[in-house]
T-cell receptor, first 111, second 114 residues
């Protein structure tokens, strides 16, 4: 069974740009959660989707948004990028929370 | 506001040693606690999940305990091996537990020397 797939794995953007990250969950998993990992703040919860509905949201500004499609694939978007948005963005899918299966992440560098 | 703390931040031990990683949380009203492992540049792998009604869970050489009243959990690794070198994170979920929202500690980076 394929694991959680995140694309792209690495990307470099400049301040003010926007970025879209994609997450394909394990087949059959309907819940997808997103986390931001930085050296200073550690792992912080961004949002969670279940059956195309946002079920939970972390304490991040409105520049961070996400969505889930009918096939459970999820995307997150960050607009007007800031230097502090440089991080590893991790997606996790779940057959039943809180059992989470993480992808390898998308590493975003903002210059 | 729930806060999760892990001590020590880093640990280096010789191969074969038994070791304990510590995790503490400020609010005892947790639904469950999980221990994860993260290899450099990789995602997280769940090691053990302890429900709030449980005291411990075991998997192979790993044993995790939970004391809700004192707000503490420990991860015991027996007979450590170089392949155990990684960052270990604990995380709690609150409320009904019906959520993918976890609150993580900063992790303990373990190095096991051959």
């Amino acid at each position: 069974k394929a694991g959680v797939t995140q694309t792209p794995r690495y990307l470099i953007k400049t301040r003010g740009q926007q970025v879209t990250l994609s997450c394909s969950p394990i087949s059959g998993h309907r819940s997808v959660s997103w986390y931001q990992q930085t050296p200073g703040q550690g792992l912080q919860f961004l949002f969670e989707y279940f059956s195309e509905t946002q079920r939970n949201k972390g304490n991040f500004p409105g520049r961070f948004s996400g969505r889930q499609f009918s096939n459970s694939r999820s995307e997150m978007n960050v607009s007007t990028l800031e230097l502090g948005d440089s991080a590893l963005y991790l997606c996790a899918s779940s057959p039943r929370v809180p059992e989470l299966f993480f992808g390898e992440g998308s590493r975003l560098t903002v210059l | 506001k729930q806060e999760v703390t892990q001590i020590p931040a880093a640990l280096s031990v010789p191969e074969g040693e038994n070791l304990v990683l510590n995790c503490s949380f400020t609010d005892s009203a947790i639904y469950n606690l999980q221990w994860f492992r993260q290899d450099p540049g990789k995602g997280l792998t769940s090691l053990l999940l302890i429900q709030s009604s449980q005291r411990e869970q075991t998997s192979g050489r790993l044993n995790a305990s939970l004391d809700k009243s004192s707000g503490r959990s420990t991860l015991y690794i027996a007979a450590s091996q170089p392949g155990d070198s990684a960052t270990y994170l604990c995380a709690v979920s609150e409320g009904s537990g019906n959520t993918g929202k976890l609150i993580f500690g900063q992790g303990t980076t373990l190095q096991v020397k051959p």
